[in-house]
């Protein structure tokens, strides 16, 4: 599973970003994120942004499954951007911090899932271990976008410089590589981006979990964010008792078979003999079996799942003679 | 003495900006073959090693060329544009890398995907063979569909439009030595074979 976590999102009748996505589906991502990018003033209610991102926008792409992101552009340190209630809209919510004060706001304290920075540019700071470190052990992942490297040359350089001092500042943890690429060629295969990051300073391991499994676990912390209560409990299924259980049957079958099984060693102790002799431990197990003689005393000692399969291929067995015989035939019509 | 260790680089060559208006006399091209066109003829094995090191040249310099200078191009097939390279051990992730920013030949944009590395030749040229029936079978079954559909689109045709240009892959066996022949003859059968 590939997964390219950033696509600028155009419109849905851009033949471009048709193509941009024809072209991934082809290099062979699974999952791809389409992003909307917010700037400058945030409206005073930031619930409003409508998602205008379509549930599933590429229906002719049955591989790929189409996430939900929004990229706020974060410019001012006093103001209040509510990130929590933007989560309800979007599948991820990401971060573009612009200078240092507003990295370490939005690596200490904001509600995202992922700070991407723009690497094309040259920052006039350096990355830190204790400002980068506070995020990656919150669970928020940084993001390289590599498709401006590929255009132009002197985004290329930057991008070297700072995504070797940004695997080194993480030490190669929590980084995510993905595209955001505005047209088809430049996006690369899943594999050249990997070999792009061993240039950068992670090996081939680090540079396969930030484009396979560190932003699978973006979108599912995103997911858990979300839906879950206080992000730990999410309830999978409603529960309740499956209809028809094989177990069940086993069971009825165990509890039908025992009196048969009874009579068999009344009238001819030949196999079943035998079998409740090597089980020795718990001799008087067997003859319980189906709660039918003392079901106060069943409760006790359960019988382990091996003992129960023995006793089973005995029950099978004594059915056997008896159907040989003609003692308790009717049991198993 | 110690044996110089390579590695072979299986590359495939996509054009993002899909199917040229040339190519399209010859059949439309299924959805699953979109990206994958004959390479201009002008792309040869010497012509595509000269782009290559001017992309190193760019990217890494004069050290990039000291050091990964000696690849070869070992295969090139302009009709189904695929190839193989040949690289030191030490040095393939600079060509990769090379090969990765790559970002048009011969004036039309294309991405360079590196399928495979190989320690032998042989096991790329295997790689190669399995890509081509994929690709076909691949295509076989997209015009299955598109018939049922109702789309009359003949298998021979589709197989036929993939390997446009299937005259100048014959054309490129003579120019190619043995090991190489031998391969191309190997797609060239693959696809006999599905066309019954």
Redesign the interface.
């Known amino acids: 599973m590939f997964y390219d976590l950033n696509i600028p999102w155009t419109s849905k009748d851009d033949p471009e970003l048709a193509r941009t996505v024809a072209f991934l589906d082809e290099l062979g991502y699974n999952v791809v994120a389409l992003n909307q990018t917010i700037a400058g003033k945030i409206p005073s209610k930031i619930a409003g942004i409508a998602n205008l991102i379509p549930e599933n926008p590429f229906p002719d792409h049955p591989s790929i499954r189409f996430l939900r992101r929004v990229t706020i552009i974060l410019d001012d340190p006093s103001q209040n951007y509510g990130l929590t209630s933007l989560s309800n809209n979007f599948d991820i919510v990401a971060v573009r911090p612009t200078d240092e004060k507003l990295l370490l706001q939005a690596c200490t304290s904001l509600e995202c899932d992922l700070i991407s920075l723009d690497l094309s540019i040259r920052h006039p700071y350096h990355f830190k271990y204790k400002v980068l470190g506070q995020a990656i052990s919150r669970g928020i992942r940084f993001e390289i976008t590599y498709s401006a490297s590929v255009n132009e040359s002197n985004a290329r350089r930057n991008l070297l410089s700072n995504a070797a001092a940004l695997t080194r500042a993480t030490k190669g943890k929590g980084i995510v590589i993905s595209s955001e690429a505005r047209k088809a060629m430049l996006c690369r295969a899943p594999f050249d981006v990997i070999n792009l990051a061993t240039l950068w300073g992670l090996n081939q391991e680090k540079g396969r979990e930030a484009i396979a499994n560190g932003p699978r676990a973006v979108m599912i912390q995103a997911k858990m964010k979300r839906q879950s209560f206080r992000g730990v409990i999410d309830v999978v299924e409603g529960g309740g008792v499956p209809k028809s259980t094989p177990k069940e049957v086993a069971k009825t079958t165990i509890s039908q078979k025992a009196p048969v099984k009874r009579k068999a060693e009344v009238g001819d102790n030949n196999g079943t003999a035998v079998e409740t002799a090597t089980d020795s431990p718990q001799p008087a197990e067997s003859a319980k079996l189906g709660g039918e003689a003392t079901p106060g005393e069943c409760s006790e000692t359960r019988p382990t799942k091996k003992q129960r399969k023995k006793e089973m291929q005995a029950a099978k067995k004594a059915a056997k003679n008896t159907l040989s015989g003609s003692v308790g035939g009717e049991w198993l019509r | 003495m110690v044996r110089v260790k390579q590695r072979y680089l299986l590359f495939t060559i996509?054009y993002?900006?899909?199917p040229q208006s040339a190519n399209s006399t010859t059949s439309k091209p299924t959805?699953?073959m979109?990206?994958h066109s004959p390479s201009p003829s002008s792309l040869t094995r010497t012509s595509l090693a000269s782009i290559i090191r001017s992309s190193i040249s760019?990217?890494f310099g004069d050290w990039g060329i000291g050091q990964c200078g000696g690849f070869a191009v070992k295969y090139f097939s302009p009709a189904t544009s695929t190839g193989i390279l040949r690289i030191t051990r030490d040095n393939y992730?600079i060509l990769?890398?090379a090969?990765?920013?790559t970002?048009e030949l011969c004036g039309q944009?294309?991405?360079i995907?590196?399928v495979r590395v190989s320690g032998t030749i042989r096991k790329a040229e295997l790689e190669a063979v399995k890509l081509a029936e994929e690709a076909i079978r691949r295509v076989k079954r997209e015009a299955k569909g598109a018939k049922n559909g109702g789309g009359g689109n003949g298998d021979k045709k589709v197989v036929a439009g993939v390997f446009a240009g299937g005259n100048s892959a014959q054309a490129a066996t003579a120019i190619n030595d043995d090991q190489d022949d031998e391969m191309l003859v190997d797609i060239v059968d693959s696809e006999n074979d599905d066309d019954k």
């Open positions: 996509l993002p900006s899909g959805q699953s979109t990206f760019s990217n992730r990769w890398a090969l990765t920013y970002r944009p294309a991405v995907k590196v």
